[in-house]
């Protein structure tokens, strides 16, 4: 029987098949057996100095079969490897629905019986509690027909992550019934499976069918063809060409480098050869937001290129065919899936980015280095496109809209445009859906009341920096059903929005209305109005570039409105800050929202003297640990809240996701990243660029710890990221951290009128600038110092040099 190479195979030695052969030419060494080609070094001065292994394996497909009789054919450079087996375009066969976990104890067996209906069945997945145990151990079998059958595979299992899935690989078997059994367990450890559906049967137990019941499994049934495959060298290139026994093949080329998933370390070019990864369509991968995690939960979209920067002195370029790229980890290896081209060219090593990527510049030259690293991290890791839901339409806008990425800026023109509403004004909270995910919409009333200002401020943003009248005017009717939406709908004709009072009343009865979709604001939510009081503006704005005078002077008049009663409202004097909600009872709200406090003052509402209170109760009062360390706890961001809120949880607690204890989760105690862009802003308007400056200093010195705030659980001082804190997937508004820059010191804001810039530096800092600004479609770089303010930029239609000398706290009007 040939033995199946899976992803995370270990390369053979040369001397293992009597047929391996070895290609080098200075630039690139690349040997191969039985089939299989492994072990890709390079050199990018040419002269045979091979670096540590950067590929362990390459193949076409996702997985081949190793042949030792496999035959080639050597020329110069070059070899034609004859009939290889590839697997490819796997087809998913499975039973994901699981309701009972069952334990499997000593000396007994847990099965189920699994169908191929097609040939090609390679791969068995299944779900595994380990009762949050990570010493746990298991065998997994796979049988031809049933408990008696055929030995096909076997495999232990040590070290069980709970609830994971361990994938049980084999050659490739034909279409018919297989019996997977689970036995020798070492500690706690079981079979999710399901008592629920019609498809409850093939379970086993101890070697007897289980009526009723169905053990959960992904299997995979591939595309197994036979192709012959080219490699040539060709100086600092290698070139790979598949030749299939039929044209319409479908397959991608897949390369696997070492890697170790677990732990912090990420710069030792022999276990982690590159640092990063990024392409010419501007998304960017640091590679820590690959530790810890058994795959990128997104791909990453390039056009042409694809770039792999080296840990040592080396880079690779991957030509690519415009397909998605994708990234699945092992414990030591990391599989990199590419398009059906494979071409790499060898690079000296360079820690440049794109050319058209912004660069922030100070007189502080490695502050400049850690800051432009977090926001790329941050902020470009994530791709554009797909459900991009309104909740984040002005976060993005604030990280995004002044910056070029190819075809982002139409992107989101095409976005805003076609965002669904329904006939009422709603903007819709996900996508094509009228309400967030969850709870059942069928049943509840799951709409976001935050989207439709967010929808708003999306709209003003985006004419703010690219002056598109042509979009503005298209966009003016459903801009203005939205505001009409919340003026009437909503009552926020009144200067305030009040929710509905089914499933919105803000008791501990009823849902969320907003991003924290845990925390069940409702009635007089103070988040909301925020937003609300935040789209008013907007809205004033917009009428003002359509010419509506009198309809920008109303909105004017109600944003100072809504102002005065916001505070009347929600200032909670006695505690120093504001409140979360008054629910539809009267029944106020009060648990130390953070984000709530931060994101008012940011947009306005609070004066000087609230700001200062709310940041004494921030940074100087106890929370629900007994502690003051509202701030020290997780020092990327502040806790969300600082008093435990479990009590008021949506659906009392019984929901999807059940009430948290305080610390637990993000929502109780826990923390988000983006809120620490808000705090940064927030700051920096009332308490001062050097106050601002400082806390920016203590969130980058936490970044750059081994970690860098990104990766799987646990991060590296113990947090659980994806539910005690969030900082990277799925959290792209972490991006507005490091844009805070921009907007709180260098104090560049785009207006209907122009790019209005107010420089704010610090007393440190003697200069300050960004470059690669995009406004109005031009490229600029702007230089900012206390008492000045010049911007250049160069491009087929323009030339600007314009230069300004101010006072302090001064501010300046570019139209361009």
């Not at 990234?327 to 059906?340: H, K, R, Y």
């Not at 009409?484 to 008791?507: Q, R």
């Not at 770089?781 to 491009?795: A, L, Q, Y």
């Amino acid at each position: 029987m040939r033995a199946l190479i899976i992803a995370a195979f270990v390369c053979l030695s040369v001397s293992a098949f009597a047929n391996d052969f070895h290609l080098s030419n200075g630039y690139i060494s690349l040997k191969g057996s039985g089939g299989m080609l492994c072990d890709l070094r390079v050199d990018p001065a040419g002269k045979g100095g091979y670096g540590p292994v950067v590929i362990k394996q390459m193949q076409a497909g996702d997985a081949i079969e190793n042949a030792a009789d496999s035959s080639f054919r050597v020329d110069g450079n070059s070899v034609t490897i004859d009939a290889m087996r590839i697997y490819s375009s796997p087809r998913l066969v499975e039973l994901d629905r699981f309701d009972t976990h069952v334990q499997l104890d000593v000396g007994n067996t847990l099965g189920q019986s699994i169908i191929a209906d097609a040939d090609g069945l390679s791969s068995i997945s299944v779900r595994v509690p380990t009762y949050t145990n990570s010493n746990s151990a298991m065998t997994l079998s796979l049988y031809a027909g049933g408990p008696g059958g055929r030995l096909i595979a076997s495999k232990r299992f040590e070290d069980i992550d709970d609830n994971s899935w361990p994938v049980l690989k084999f050659p490739a078997q034909a279409k018919g019934i297989y019996y997977l059994e689970m036995s020798d367990p070492t500690g706690p450890v079981g079979w999710w499976s399901t008592i629920e559906g019609e498809t409850c049967v093939g379970a086993w137990e101890n070697g007897k069918p289980v009526d009723g019941m169905a053990r959960c499994f992904r299997a995979k049934i591939y595309d197994v063809f036979s192709a012959d495959v080219k490699l040539s060298l060709v100086g600092p290139k290698l070139f790979a060409r598949v030749v299939p026994d039929k044209k319409s093949r479908k397959y991608r080329w897949s390369v696997i480098t070492p890697f170790v998933r677990d732990g912090y370390e990420t710069t030792d070019a022999a276990t982690i050869p590159f640092s990063r990864f990024y392409s010419d369509a501007g998304q960017y991968l640091p590679i820590a937001q690959l530790k810890r995690k058994p795959h990128l939960e997104f791909p990453l979209t390039a056009d042409k290129l694809f770039y792999a920067t080296g840990n040592g002195m080396s880079d690779l370029a991957f030509t690519m065919d415009g397909c998605p790229v994708n990234f699945v980890v092992e414990p030591d290896s990391m599989t990199i899936e590419l398009g059906q081209v494979m071409q790499i060219a060898v690079k000296s090593h360079t820690d440049a980015v794109p050319d058209f990527f912004p660069v922030f510049y100070t007189s502080d030259v490695a502050f400049d280095e850690s800051l432009n690293s977090f926001f790329y991290d941050r902020a470009f890791s994530w791709p554009m496109g797909g459900v991009v839901a309104a909740d984040w339409f002005e976060w993005f806008a604030l990280i995004f809209f002044w910056n070029h990425r190819p075809g982002v800026s139409e992107w989101w023109r095409t976005h805003l445009l076609n965002y669904k509403m329904d006939d009422e004004g709603y903007v819709y909270a996900w996508g094509d859906r009228r309400g967030w995910p969850f709870p059942d919409n069928d049943i509840y009333d799951a709409r976001h009341f935050t989207t439709n200002p967010n929808f708003v401020l999306g709209v003003y943003r985006y004419y703010a920096w690219t002056k598109d009248l042509s979009f503005l005017k298209s966009n003016a009717a459903r801009v203005r059903k939205a505001m009409s939406f919340m003026l009437n709908e909503l009552g926020g004709d009144s200067g305030i929005i009040t929710l509905p009072d089914k499933d919105h009343g803000g008791t501990k009865y009823d849902l969320p209305s907003n991003y924290w979709d845990d925390i069940p604001f409702g009635g007089k939510s103070a988040y909301e109005n925020a937003y609300f009081y935040a789209s008013l503006g907007a809205m004033a704005s917009i009428e003002a570039a359509l010419g509506e005078i009198g309809k920008a002077k109303y909105y004017n008049s109600l944003r100072v409105a809504c102002r005065k009663q916001y505070n009347e409202m929600f200032w909670n004097d006695k505690a120093g800050r504001y409140i979360g909600c008054i629910d539809k009872t009267g029944a106020v709200h009060d648990y130390g929202f953070t984000y709530v406090n931060m994101e008012a003052a940011t947009y306005g509402l609070a004066d000087k003297s609230q700001v200062e209170r709310i940041y004494k109760w921030m940074e100087g009062e106890p929370t629900s640990s007994g502690k003051v360390d509202t701030y020290s706890r997780f020092k990327f961001a502040p806790r969300c809240n600082t008093i435990d809120c479990k009590g008021w949880w949506y659906h009392d607690g019984k929901g999807e996701i059940p009430a948290q204890e305080f610390d637990v989760h993000l929502e109780n105690g826990g923390a988000i990243l983006y809120t620490s862009g808000y705090d940064l802003m927030a700051r920096a308007k009332y308490l001062g660029a050097d106050n601002a400056f400082k806390r920016l200093k203590e969130i980058l010195e936490r970044y750059e710890e081994p970690d860098r705030l990104a990766g799987g659980a646990p991060l590296f001082h113990g947090e659980n990221n994806g539910w005690q804190v969030g900082t990277d997937y799925p959290f792209p508004e972490s991006g507005l951290v490091p844009a805070a820059f921009l907007h709180a010191f260098l104090g560049i804001a785009a207006t209907s009128d122009g790019l209005l810039i107010t420089p704010n530096l610090p007393a440190s800092l003697k200069h300050a600038g960004i470059k690669n600004l995009k406004y109005k479609g031009m490229m600029l770089n702007i230089k900012v110092t206390p008492n000045s303010v010049s911007i250049t930029g160069d491009g087929p239609t323009h030339k600007i040099r314009f230069n300004k000398a101010i006072a302090p706290g001064e501010s300046v009007l570019f139209n361009g």
